[in-house]
């Protein structure tokens, strides 16, 4: 069987956004911009810099337009992301940056400014492929897997956790949830052994701990069946932890406990066809609830879609109950409705 060739191994000609390297989108920036810009960019640069770009430089031919695009719109969001955080901070860049381009992108964008900016091991695998980090953390000791979790994006940590070994995922988050606060030394020599794989050299002293709130946080991010199986495995070692994480989180089931308000503003902004797939799994509570919250027409539809589905892949109500959670998380964001866990609602 053939390897794959390197994104850096093909032609410029043949590649996309995705596979340019950093000093390739440079030089589509530079060669955009035209001489003269480009000139006074490079002076700020250090030498090592410029001779990598120029060689990019050197070596574009039929550079698509599309290509040239996305590297200007690219850079446009990091410069907005940069500016954002300058006027308020992380948090005020990420509800800016959600409201122009939506939680994906903003997610996207601050992941790699973050990485640039905090400059440590831990923040560079941010921008990393899943593939690869799956590949790396399970050859690790899962106490060292942990801790390079409790570093990452929940969904990014998520990502990992469902595509690991379904004994080691468990080891791992156990372990994550029941973390303290890790010394500076200790991560330092964690941030060593990812430098050795990642062929960089960075420099921070942290102090970050796990526990279950980090847990929650990532488990809200999986799909159901890997949560469900994930909760059960720490629960036949540890109830009690096990009852911590899950008082924690925020689930589909939750929503039957959300105001018909806020349910009815939640519905406006989901697909219907997500409503039915995701009702398939759902407990009689929140069917009800969500029927309750619709028009007569609209309720009639989804039951009468819930009839005709037949059999379903659990992996697709999975994904059809994630992005409902999703957008109920960034409506919250937004302060546009409140999630509670309880059916208690508070009253002033």
Do not use: C
Not at 136 to 161: G, M, S, V, W, Y
Request: aromatic residues 2%; charged residues 30%.
């Amino acid at each position: 069987m053939a390897t794959k060739a390197k994104a850096t191994d093909r032609p410029v000609a043949e590649l996309t956004v995705h596979d340019l390297t950093g000093a390739q989108k440079a030089a589509v920036l530079l060669i955009a911009m035209g001489t003269q810009a480009a000139a006074k960019i490079l002076k700020y640069l250090r030498d090592d810099e410029v001779e990598r770009i120029s060689i990019e430089i050197a070596r574009m031919r039929n550079v698509s337009a599309d290509v040239v695009e996305a590297v200007l719109l690219d850079y446009r969001d990091s410069a907005l992301a940069h500016d954002y955080i300058a006027q308020g901070g992380l948090q005020f860049a990420r509800e800016a940056l959600e409201a122009a381009l939506g939680p994906r992108r903003a997610e996207e964008i601050l992941m790699r400014v973050e990485a640039a900016m905090q400059v440590s091991a831990f923040h560079l695998l941010q921008t990393v492929e899943t593939a690869q980090l799956v590949n790396f953390i399970q050859n690790e000791h899962p106490q060292t897997a942990a801790l390079i979790l409790a570093h990452l994006n929940a969904r990014k940590a998520a990502d990992i956790i469902s595509n690991l070994p379904e004994e080691l995922r468990t080891e791992i988050m156990y372990r994550l949830a029941t973390m303290g606060k890790t010394s500076p030394e200790l991560l330092r020599d964690i941030e060593d052994v990812i430098r050795q794989h990642i062929s960089a050299v960075f420099g921070a002293e942290l102090s970050t701990s796990g526990g279950v709130e980090k847990v929650a946080e990532i488990l809200n991010s999986t799909s159901r069946t890997v949560e469900r199986t994930l909760l059960d495995a720490i629960r036949e070692r540890d109830p009690e932890l096990a009852a911590s994480i899950k008082a924690l989180m925020f689930t589909f089931d939750d929503l039957a406990h959300i105001s018909d308000r806020d349910m009815q503003r939640l519905l406006t902004e989901v697909d219907q066809k997500d409503i039915a797939l995701a009702l398939k799994a759902a407990s009689g509570e929140l069917k009800e609830k969500i029927l309750r919250n619709v028009s007569e027409r609209a309720a009639k539809m989804i039951q009468e879609e819930l009839e005709l589905m037949g059999p379903v892949r659990v992996r697709d109500v999975d994904e059809a109950q994630r992005r409902i959670l999703e957008t109920a998380q960034r409506l919250e964001e937004q302060e546009e409705i409140t999630l509670t866990r309880t059916s208690q609602e508070l009253l002033i």
